[in-house]
């Protein structure tokens, strides 16, 4: 009998044998729009932030996600906002391509306006302690920071389909990156580091009161999606040395917390992370997400050294999925899940996400490919 999504998850997160390889995966909104014009989804229009995805209206908001219509057997819920302020972003110049704008943190991002991508950062207006201290009493926990509407009817749908529910939130370098900007960040780790201790342990301590707010109304998860883009296509952005100095303790901090609810850690960083996941490991991350083929996080080679330690998620190169040659599509999965099934501790997902150019028909031949390859041996 076949396992549920739950059960499937839970499983290959404890590194026991599963019916078959669990699937998750991520589209780019381009892609996503794509898709939603060829399958029968029902639309419920902005996510209301105003300001997260400023060349357009945010595909999360559907009442329907694509995780459930390829009926995959994790989905996130939560996703607290931490911006300091909740107002309209300011805009400061715009062409036909892009719009440069001021968000409620202070940063002036320049946006495309008609595809998704990582925005040019032009200026931070927290850029001091003193500045820091002059808005840090806006950084506190409160309802008004999850978009409820989109996220309690999906949680229910969850609970009510079996799947794995992740609380999805973002982690301490993610958040101060999104204040500070990585130079000023960076560079003041090395000059003033007492602030960077400070602001680190600020927003720390206000992500794990909402988890506290979030379970307090009543969304209990089964595991947790924690989002930093920590590292490029050679290596984090730090030296192993501050990771262990700057990150490590809110790191743990964040994690202790989510082991305490029995909830596994599937920590998500693009880029090269390799010198530092045994850090990563020890500061309580169980799964890695989603081991970028570019950046040399190759299964092949992850696995044999880490896989009675972490589990995968991830590491099927998403440039090879947008060439939709499916023979080549199929062998990269061959390889990439035989690296990692006999682990067992590996879930499917894009090395990325899933690119505009992959067609429907393309991503479908890939989860089909994935459930035959997938199957475990009984």
């Not at 309690?152 to 992740?166: D, S, T």
């Not at 960077?196 to 999606?225: K, P, R, S």
Request: hydrophobic share 35%; with cysteine.
């Amino acid at each position: 009998m076949p396992m549920t999504s739950k059960e499937r998850v839970a499983r290959v997160l404890a590194h026991q044998q599963p019916d078959r390889v669990p699937i998750y995966d991520k589209f780019w909104f381009e892609t996503e729009a794509r898709f939603r014009q060829d399958i029968p989804l029902p639309r419920d229009g902005d996510d209301g932030t105003g300001q997260s995805t400023a060349w357009g209206k945010s595909p999360a908001a559907e009442s329907c996600t694509l995780w459930e219509y390829f009926d995959m057997d994790l989905c996130e819920v939560a996703w607290p906002d931490y911006r300091l302020r909740f107002t309209p972003p300011e805009v400061l110049e715009e062409t036909d391509e892009w719009i440069s704008q001021r968000d409620g943190n202070w940063a002036v991002l320049r946006w495309w306006k008609h595809k998704m991508g990582t925005p040019e950062h032009i200026e931070f207006g927290i850029n001091t302690p003193e500045r820091w201290a002059e808005v840090k009493h806006l950084i506190t926990a409160g309802k008004h920071r999850v978009r409820w509407d989109e996220f309690k009817p999906l949680y229910r749908r969850g609970r009510e389909q079996n799947r794995f529910l992740l609380y999805a939130t973002v982690e301490p370098f993610e958040m101060i990156k999104d204040v500070l900007g990585h130079e000023i960040m960076l560079r003041s780790m090395m000059k003033q580091p007492e602030w960077i201790h400070d602001i680190f342990g600020t927003y720390t301590e206000v992500a794990v009161q909402m988890l506290e707010l979030t379970e307090a109304e009543g969304m209990v998860c089964d595991g947790a999606f924690v989002y930093g883009d920590m590292a490029y296509n050679t290596g984090p952005f730090m030296s192993p040395k501050h990771y262990r100095e700057f990150l490590y303790p809110y790191h743990k901090r964040m994690m202790d917390e989510f082991h305490r609810r029995g909830m596994p850690v599937l920590y998500h960083s693009d880029g090269d992370l390799r010198m530092v996941l045994d850090d990563l490991i020890s500061a309580g991350v169980n799964v890695i997400n989603p081991l970028e083929v570019k950046a040399n996080m190759d299964l092949r080679e992850l696995a044999p050294r880490f896989g009675d330690r972490l589990s995968f998620c991830g590491g099927i190169d998403a440039r090879i999925l947008a060439t939709n040659d499916l023979d080549q599509i199929r062998d990269e999965i061959r390889v990439k899940m035989e690296a990692a099934m006999p682990y067992r501790g590996y879930i499917y997902h894009s090395d990325h996400s899933v690119l505009p150019d992959t067609s429907l028909a393309t991503y479908r031949a890939v989860l089909d490919e994935v459930r035959k390859v997938g199957t475990y041996a009984s």
